[in-house]
C-alpha cells in the first residue's frame, strides 16, 4: 500500500524545512541547496510535478545583518526575512539554473488564502507555473505578515498550498527522520513509523513540541498538516532531508520516513477551505438535538438549535459550532451577525418572523456552507 501510494504521486509539493538550507553560522547551505535541487529534478525527471515551500529566509537574514539572536521584535524578524528571502531564493535560482531549470517566487500571507478570489487567483497563477514546467518557490510573506495575517508556520503554509494546487502528496523534509513510537531524544529504543493510517488525538498528543533555532513547528506541525491535507485525499511523507538521496528512492518504494495516508472521501476544495483555511470569527454552542442534525443527519443549522453565542461577527463570517462539551465539531459561513444571533437564538422559524419580520434566510448556517470537522 505505502509503495503505491509512493510510486502513483504525480503532483507533489516539498516543503523544506530551515534547518536543511540555513544556519546560524553559515547564513545559507548552498550545497545542501544543490543536492536538494539534483534530487527534486531526479523526482521531475521521474514525470512528476513539484512545488516547493522554502523556509529559511529569516535565518538567512540574520546572518547577513550580522543579528546576534534570532530577533525579538516584529519589525526586525521581518527585516531579517526581506534580507534573506532575496538570498534564499538568488541561491535556488542559481542550483536550479545548472540543471536546465526554472524556479519562481511566491510569497503568501493567510490572508492571500482566506480571501476567496485571491485563492483562486493564486490557484491559477500556481497551475501557469506548472504549465511552464517552472518550479515555484513558495514561502510566507513575512515582510507583510502580522500575526493576525500570518499562516504562521511553512508546514501550515505547505498544507494549505497542497489543497490549492490540488496535490497528491505533501512532503516535509526536516532533520527528523519521521514519526516514531515514541520521542527518540529521550527514548534510543523509539521506532520509526513506516505507515501511519490514522492520526488520532492520541497521537496528535504524542507528537510533541520541539523547537530549534532554525526551526517553528516541531513534530505537532507536521502531523497537523498532515491531518489537515489528508481531509483533502493528500498523503502526507515526513522524511530526513540530510540523507542524501532519500527522497527519490522512498518515492519510487525504497524504505525511510513516515508516510501519513489521506482520508479515501475527499472534502470538496470549497468544504475544504470553510473548514480548514479560514479561521473562525466567533461561536456558537449548540443543543444536543442541533449536534445531531448536523453531524448524523446532514441538516442546516436553524437558530432554535443555539443556546449561546460568543464573539463579534458579521453575516459571512466563518464560526465554530460547539457542542456540549464546548468542542468545536463543525464550521460554516454564518447568514447572521453576532448581534443578530443573539436575539434569535433559540427561537423557532416563526418566532423569529412575528417577532423580527421576514428575514432573508431562514438557516443560521446552510448546509453547503458547513463542514463537519
Ligand atoms: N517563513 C520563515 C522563513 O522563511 C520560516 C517559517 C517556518 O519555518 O515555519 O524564515
Redesign the pocket.
Known sequence: MRDAILKQAKRIVVKI??SLVSSRETGLQPERIDRLADEIAAVRADGREVLIV??????SGIKKLALRDYPKSLPVKQAA?AV??SR?MWAYEKSFERLGMKVAQILLTHQDLADRRRFLNARHTLAALIDFQVVPII??N?TVAVDEIRVG???SLAAEVAHLVDADMLVILSDIDGLFTEDPRRNPSAQLIPLITEINEDLERRAGASTTFE???GMVTKVRAAKKVGEYGVATLILNGQEPGLLPKVLSGGPGGSLFLAKERRIPSRKHWIGYTLRPRGTVTLDQGAVDALAKRGKSLLASGIVKVSGTFEAGDPVSCLNQDGKEFAKGLVNFSSDMLTRIKGLKTVEIQQQLGPQEYEEVIHRDNLVIL
Open positions: 524545512g530551515s522554502s523556509s529559511g529566509a529569516i535565518v526575512a534573506g528571502q534564499l514561502n510566507e513575512d508556520d511553512n508546514d526551526g517553528t513547528g
